[in-house]
């Protein structure tokens, strides 16, 4: 706090994209509620344009208002206090993302270790067993359901094994990126980045093919609560590798453009931390889903 | 393209000194801490009356015994809207409000940290109740599963509207959790120089904990809406046994939510009344550092006491004693706080002024709500209060004695300052004497009836509650009119009708936000002050 002067603290005295985004995310709620129905229930409806609606208009909204950060930025108008705060904020935001992945990590810790037993008579359920599931047999992975449902196990060896060297070395090299953005060697930074962007495009093609082949041999979105876990933690850490990949290529092309110096660069920063905790949650669930 | 370029231009145009833009442009693109505080505290109060609204629906209900005025699908959406309404819509974004209005100018910072983003976290509500209100007119009515939306209520039972519920709280969330971040990096990283941590106002500290514990939960029960939709929709079965998974852990995922959702909803609260009791009392807060600690504590044991809402449903002796011991231990760290408050006032200058009125009426009250968690915390008892009007008791005592008295101390001790004129003394009295009165009339009988076996969330009971529940209806009515002079009082205060007031406003009052003028400027703390 020993500042010798203030820097002033940039404010700025309003701004339309917020609205625009409220907007955008109202069209993006009404319409995946409507097209959940919709497509669920086969029924007709504008649910699915009104969600592509909001989707185009959200895109929109984060392009100006990151393009008005980066001119402000560029333009020197923020302070130190003021890059304090967006680190902060982003630490924050990806603390509550560990969170909601908590959530789905909770949900199969319970059906593991409590709700599985118990349909198979562990603890003092006996008679849920004997009458309401008979023959149910607790084992995990979870390959037939008490409703009799039947699907098959996904191995760790071979794709999964695969996507998490690739992950892990995309750490290792978006870390490099980020000592060459820091050591001003441009190159290394291009290059390290530009193979991060490279790695996690590979994840998410050999993702979408062992999804194929999860498919194939008879793992589905509704065979019971392994494929469940299964589908809804491996499909969120996609989409969030998917968000990932897009700030890193956007980085790659503001770096083009000799975008960042040693000592400002918060929008680098923050990405590399979302690309690390991705890895991380990858490293997770590849331990917890694959392995166990 | 060209509108992008002009903003930027205006954006770029950092001159702090010019006031508000004009018309509704104002509220639609502001940055500013105080305009988006009052946003909130509008919304919240519409809210209240809106969810009010809903309340009397039920109370007109259960007048009498018997079906007279809705069917039962319907009683049912209502008390469901009612409790999403006020939970989320009125009392999260009034302490949000609050939030906004008071965090910077006390602890003397230019504006909260992320002004844009505050601007959309604010925004976003609206949208999301209007999904939430729209629901109930779609084909099969509205969410009717209760707001703690319980498996299988809400994915087997529950009707088309569930989708537009899911997505809407998933909204609810989001605003949450990025008013949370901004109130939470506002106090890391904006205090003024000399504010350290132990000198920050209670306010600021219970903020900071709340603002921690929405980070934590918020997406949890984002993670748990999500599983409904997708167990409702497309097949999956995490909350049922078929599937191999079970409805209660949808209990365990939610109340890991929920509990901490209590706390979020009080600990602002305690903020408020550790403000306003050393104020009138004219004495310092009573064990500054003790109070701090017991937040926090409060905080910690809220992420471990969640299955005390789940006694009834079969868990291990075991687990169902630590919850019960986990659980009392919470009432250390509050009995901390009523001890302080009382002892704040021991021997005080004390003078009662309308926020000081409803700050020990919230410190009796909220105590009556305290000790019934106490008894509902006691396994089992639990057993024969769960789900009676004993527990609607108890968490309408802790919510509107508690929480909700205390956003109303809040708004009617910092509104001269943010007027600049002194409310109307008559109308706050009124206000005062009659919530006063018929909160009391409508909820305290509700522990006698609950104790004797009337159900909650039924549309009808047994003959022998009809007295008890004709006075609750009475006392219910009462107290939602009471709301509305409330409000008359508000749009005279925020028309500036009333005497001028001074910068302290009330002379035992101490903190940054007392030394700037009355009204607050537009913008403050440009230039931070020194702390000493």
Redesign the interface.
Known sequence: ?A?QE?Q????????????V???A??L???G???F??E???GKEGFGGWILFAGIAMLIFMVT??F??QI??SM?G?YSD?LG???R??MA??I???I??F???F??LF??RT???P??GGA??NAMTNEV??PGFEAVWP?LQ???G?ESTQMGWFGLPLINTLLLLTSSVTCHYAHVGLEQNKRKQLSVMLALTIFLGCIFLGLQAYEYIHAYDIGLT????????TF??LTGFHGLHVTLGTVILIVLYFRVQKGHFTPDNHFAFQAGSWYWHFVDVVWVMLFFLVYIL | MSSATETLKHDAHDDHHHGPAKGIKRWLLTTNHKDIGTLYLWFSFIMFLTGGAMAMVIRAELFQPGLQIVDPQFFNQMTTVHGLIMVFGAVMPAFTGLANWLIPMMIGAPDMALPRMNNWSFWILPFAFLILLSSLFVEGGGPAFGWTFYAPLSTTYSGDSTALFVFSVHIMGISSIMGAINVIVTIWNMRAPGMTWMKMPMFVWTWLITAFLLIAVMPVLAGVVTMVLTDKYFGTSFFNAAGGGDPVMFQHIFWFFGHPEVYIMILPAFGIISHIIPTFARKPLFGYASMVYATASIALLSFIVWAHHMFTTGMPVAAEMFFMFATMLISVPTGVKVFNWVATMWRGAMTFEIPMLFAIAFVILFTIGGLSGLMLAITPVDFQYHDTYFVVAHFHYVLVTGAVFSIMAAAYYWLPKWTGVMFDITLAKWHFWASLISVNVLFFPMHFVGLAGMPRRIPDYALQFADFNKWISIGGFAFGLSQLIFLALLIKACRKQGEPVSDQVWDGAEGLEWEIPSPAPYHTFDTPPVVK
Request: proline letters at 5%.
């Open positions: 706090m500042q203030y002033k603290y940039y404010v700025p005295e309003s701004s339309p994209w917020p609205i985004g409220a907007v995310l109202f993006i709620a009404v995946a509620a409507n959940t129905v497509m669920t229930k100006g208002w393009r008005n001119h402000e333009s108008l206090q304090r705060s967006y902060q904020g924050w935001f603390f509550s993302e969170m909601f908590a959530a789905f909770g949900a319970y059906a409590i709700a599985i118990w349909l603890s003092n309401l599931w979870l359901t008490p409703g449902i979105l509704d065979s019971g609560v392994y494929g469940n589908y809804l």
